[in-house]
C-alpha cells in the first residue's frame, strides 16, 4: 500500500497551491452545515429510494462528498449512484457529505446518521481528513478519529472502503509522513478498502476545479468517479 502513495507524489505540489488558497478555520467553521438540517431537508426522498434499492451505499465525507458549490445531481454521491446504476447495480448512493467536516466532527455525527437511516448499508465510503491537514491539526489526532469512526462502522458489521488524502510539502516531511499513512495503515490493520487518494486524476488540472482552487467541478467530478467506481463495484462484488 505504502507504494500507492508513492506513486502520488507528482500530486503534491499543487496540494501546497490548494494549501495557500484554503480557507481559515473560522472561514471553515462558517460554512459547515448543521447535520440535522441537511438530513431533514434531504432524507425523505433519500430513504424512500434506499428502501427500494437493492444495494444501499453511505458516502460519508466533506465537502468533496457533500458535492460543495455543484447542482445537486452533479456531486460525488448522485455521480456515483450513476455510474453504479450503469454498471447494472440496483444501487442508492446517500449523500452523508458535510461542507468542513474534520475527522472530530464525523467521529460526533456517525451514529446519528447511521441510525437515522431506513437499514443497515452495505457499505460506507469513508472520506475525512482534508480539513484536519488543511488546518494543520495533529496526524495522530486524524488518525485516532478516523480509527475510531472504522471501529464503529466494523462493529456495526457495515464494510468500510477509506478514501485517501495526502499532505502537501509545506506542512513539513514528518507531518506528511505521518498524514500520508493514516488511511494505508488502517486499511491494512482492519482489512478494510482503499482508494489512496480521492483527488487523483483532478489534481494539477486547474480548469477541473472551481474558481475557489479547492473543490472539483462537474467535470472534475466525473473523473473522479470514474477512477472510483470500478474499485467500489469490486467491494460490492467481494
Do not use: W
Not at 36 to 53: C, F, P, R, S, W
Not at 178 to 191: G, S, W
Not at 212 to 226: E, M, N, Q, S
Not at 230 to 236: A, G, K, M, S, Y
Request: glycine fraction near 10%; charge should be negative.
Amino acid at each position: 500500500m505504502l507504494k500507492n502513495i508513492i506513486s502520488y507524489g507528482f500530486t503534491l505540489a499543487f496540494l501546497q497551491l490548494l494549501i495557500a488558497c484554503g480557507p481559515a478555520p473560522e472561514a471553515e467553521q462558517a460554512v459547515q452545515e448543521d447535520v440535522e438540517t441537511v438530513l431533514a431537508e434531504t432524507d425523505g426522498d433519500q430513504t424512500a429510494e434506499a428502501k427500494e434499492a437493492e444495494i444501499l451505499i453511505v458516502a460519508f465525507g466533506d465537502s468533496l462528498y457533500a458535492g460543495y458549490g455543484l447542482d445537486q445531481k452533479e456531486g460525488f454521491a448522485p455521480e456515483l449512484q450513476a455510474a453504479l446504476t450503469a454498471e447494472g447495480k440496483d444501487v442508492r448512493v446517500h449523500n452523508a457529505g458535510v461542507s468542513g467536516d474534520t475527522t472530530a466532527a464525523g467521529l460526533r455525527r456517525m451514529d446519528f446518521v447511521l441510525d437515522s437511516l431506513s437499514r443497515k448499508p452495505d457499505l460506507v465510503i469513508l472520506g475525512l481528513g482534508g480539513n484536519d491537514m488543511l488546518r494543520g491539526l495533529k496526524p495522530s489526532d486524524s488518525r485516532a478519529n478516523m480509527e475510531a469512526m472504522v471501529k464503529k462502522l466494523k462493529d456495526r458489521g457495515i464494510p468500510v472502503m477509506l478514501t485517501g488524502m495526502l499532505a502537501p510539502p509545506n506542512l513539513g516531511a514528518d507531518f506528511g509522513k505521518e498524514f500520508n499513512m493514516i488511511y494505508p495503515a488502517l486499511a491494512q490493520k482492519y482489512d478494510v478498502a482503499l482508494y489512496p487518494f480521492f483527488m487523483d486524476g483532478v489534481v494539477g488540472h486547474p480548469d477541473l476545479f472551481l474558481p475557489d482552487g479547492l473543490h472539483p467541478t462537474a467535470k472534475g467530478i466525473d473523473i473522479i468517479v470514474g477512477k472510483i467506481a470500478p474499485q467500489v463495484v469490486e467491494v460490492l462484488e467481494s
